[in-house]
């Protein structure tokens, strides 16, 4: 019997993966470092802590 949720992964694969269960930790959002609103609209965040552009695998130096 398959224990997986409907997870919209193909049964066949996720049947042959024996993954235990994971916990997430999500540290509470401080509302601090605010980008101004035009910056923030372009990076899709406010804050700044969070503006982490995908770079491919690139280090940005």
């Given at each position: 019997m398959n224990n997986n949720m409907?997870?919209?992964c193909?049964?066949?694969m996720t049947d042959k993966i024996n993954m235990p269960i994971a916990m997430a930790y999500v540290p509470w959002q401080e509302f601090q470092n605010i980008d101004n609103f035009k910056k923030g609209?372009?990076?899709g965040t406010i804050f700044k802590d969070l503006n982490k552009?995908?770079?491919g695998g690139r280090i940005s130096r």
């Open positions: 409907n997870c919209g193909d049964s066949k609209y372009h990076n552009p995908f770079l």
